[in-house]
């Protein structure tokens, strides 16, 4: 048997701890496990890195403890507007959506979209009706709209509160039979403007797999992410560089710090099954689980 991996994140930020119940905390460790393992066990029985990235991905658009499908944040106009992006590194093949409404699941639909339309990248209501030309799954709008997001947008709308959700949720993962895939998704920014399009549905911003070198995905705050090209800035670092995958992601949430500031953390993983979580954040939710090794999960970021 091949060496495989899988790791996962479900956000990284920097908050006050007494901002997470105790509660929301386990529950959220709950969904970590289950998404590793749904991604894990696609490996272990030979299946591939993409459909183990969908896998966990969808594992945690399907969770309302995540920034994602199910649990987005609601924009300014209190509407849910979700991005997602998938990536093959054998083939460098990508599909991403943006603005989505009603899909169950955006990543899926980013899969879709990478493999039966000619395009890389959709929006908005031409991403919705490809959803529908190809039967995906669709839910009404009450299904996404949580009450803790109603709750952060009605903060957030009377000025109250200080700090918006910024969530991602991600997957990157090696095959046995050596290859390489990313799938990232989120839910966006809590009272984000209509339109905002952040890093997680663009190819090299939020999300890059190369056979070449590594997968990587990306969280935090989208605009300093996108403008820093992280996720590929990480890929350029393994391949013409010949970083480590670990020192790599270090380096590229250090880049340029004094113009990028911001929450940033990465995860990777190389061709070698090497990997890599690393953030400047207190709290990044985050899992991994190498071969038949036991799994990892944690929240704060000083969990070993």
């Not at 109250?160 to 991602?168: F, G, I, R």
Request: with cysteine; charged share 25%.
């Amino acid at each position: 048997m091949n060496k495989y991996a899988i790791v996962i994140h479900g956000g990284a930020v920097t908050m006050d701890p007494s901002e997470l119940p105790p509660e929301e905390e386990a529950a959220q460790r709950e969904g970590l496990h289950d998404a590793l393992q749904a991604g894990w066990e696609v490996l272990h029985r030979g299946g591939s890195a993409l459909d183990a990235v969908e896998a966990a991905v969808n594992s945690m658009e399907n969770n309302e403890h995540f920034n994602a499908g199910r649990g987005s944040s609601l924009n300014k106009q209190g509407e849910v507007q979700m991005d997602a992006s998938i990536m093959d590194g054998k083939t460098l093949k990508a599909g991403a959506v943006e603005g989505v409404r009603y899909v169950k699941n955006p990543v899926s639909l980013a899969r879709t979209v990478m493999e039966k339309c000619e395009h890389v990248y959709l929006s908005g209501e031409g991403a919705i009706e490809f959803a529908l030309q190809h039967g995906l799954d669709m839910e009404a709008v009450h299904y996404f709209i949580t009450e803790k997001a109603q709750q952060e947008w009605l903060e957030i709308m009377q000025e109250e509160a200080k700090v918006s959700q910024k969530d991602t949720v991600g997957a990157v993962a090696l095959d046995q039979d050596g290859n390489l895939a990313v799938a990232t998704s989120t839910g966006g920014i809590e009272g984000q403007l209509k339109g905002r399009v952040g890093d997680s549905p663009v190819i090299g911003g939020g999300s890059y797999a190369s056979n070449e070198a590594c997968a990587v995905s990306a969280t935090g705050d989208g605009e300093v992410i996108l403008r820093g090209a992280l996720a590929h800035g990480v890929y350029a670092l393994v391949k013409y560089k010949g970083l480590p995958v670990e020192e790599a992601c270090r380096a590229a949430i250090e880049l340029r710090d004094e113009d990028l500031k911001g929450d940033k953390g990465m995860i990777a993983v190389d061709r070698e099954g090497n990997i890599a979580l690393e953030t400047n954040t207190n709290i990044m939710r985050r899992g991994y689980r190498v071969g038949e090794q036991e799994p990892f999960v944690a929240i704060w970021s000083d969990e070993e």
